[in-house]
T-cell receptor, first 113, second 113 residues
Framework: TQLLEQSPQFLSIQEGENLTVYCNSS?????LQWYRQEPGEGPVLLVT?????EVKKLKRLTFQFGDARKDSSLHITAAQPGDTGLYLC?????????????FGRGTQLTVWP | EAQVTQNPRYLITVTGKKLTVTCSQN?????MSWYRQDPGLGLRQIYY???????DKGDVPEGYKVSRKEKRNFPLILESPSPNQTSLYFC????????????FGSGTRLTVV
């Protein structure tokens, strides 16, 4: 069983549309991170959220950590072709050893011009 | 340039022939980790380390060995590789008193025939 469930698995949209990606779990996390991965490259950290209810913005990307620290969402406003990539959420379970990090299976986003 | 360097990028080997994938980071990060990424299974943690001489098993440690004798290096050793270890491997280093996140290397694509 996967500790972190991401949805949707695939998302194909037109430039200018808005979208939301979800990351859900039944476990509580000390922190939750979002990464973006390009083909043939390692994931790149976008943001880390640590407080329940926390909202962070990175240009057109908005990240939210659930109040109970079990889930998170990534919202992209006015998507651009440059946003295309694999978006991964990752969580450090509460009480686990520092450095232990579980990944979801990712959302493959394609933005068409 | 701050980075995680892993070598080689590509490796084809035969079953049973011992190999080592090297990993080095120049950011003085406390944490280091190895992941493998497989289609449909996502990123799975193999081993991680929160400090020199301290290592812990991740999700899939069987068939792998690691050591952290120096802060900057974290080699991954496959004593007797098997075809089911064919995968894309990523080394990562992390920072923060509460573990903020990982910086990933560019990956090593390993094929065991």
């Amino acid at each position: 069983t996967q500790l972190l469930e991401q949805s949707p698995q695939f998302l194909s949209i037109q430039e200018g549309e808005n979208l939301t990606v979800y990351c859900n779990s039944s476990s509580v996390f000390s922190s939750l991170q979002w990464y973006r991965q390009e083909p043939g490259e390692g994931p790149v950290l976008l943001v880390t959220v640590v407080t329940g209810g926390e909202v962070k913005k990175l240009k057109r990307l908005t990240f939210q950590f659930g109040d109970a620290r079990k889930d998170s969402s990534l919202h992209i406003t006015a998507a651009q072709p440059g946003d295309t990539g694999l978006y991964l959420c990752a969580g450090a379970p509460r009480g686990s050893t520092l450095g232990r990090l579980y990944f979801g299976r990712g959302t493959q986003l394609t933005v068409w011009p | 340039e701050a980075q995680v360097t892993q070598n080689p990028r590509y490796l084809i080997t035969v079953t049973g022939k011992k190999l080592t994938v090297t990993c080095s980071q120049n950011m003085n990060h406390e944490y280091m980790s190895w992941y493998r990424q497989d289609p449909g299974l996502g990123l799975r943690q193999i081993y991680y380390s929160m400090n020199v001489e301290v290592t812990d098993k991740g999700d899939v440690p069987e068939g792998y060995k690691v050591s952290r004798k120096e802060k900057r290096n974290f080699p991954l050793i496959l004593e007797s590789p098997s075809p089911n270890q064919t995968s894309l491997y990523f080394c990562a280093s992390g920072w923060g008193s509460s573990f903020y996140g990982y910086t990933f290397g560019s990956g090593t694509r390993l094929t065991v025939v």
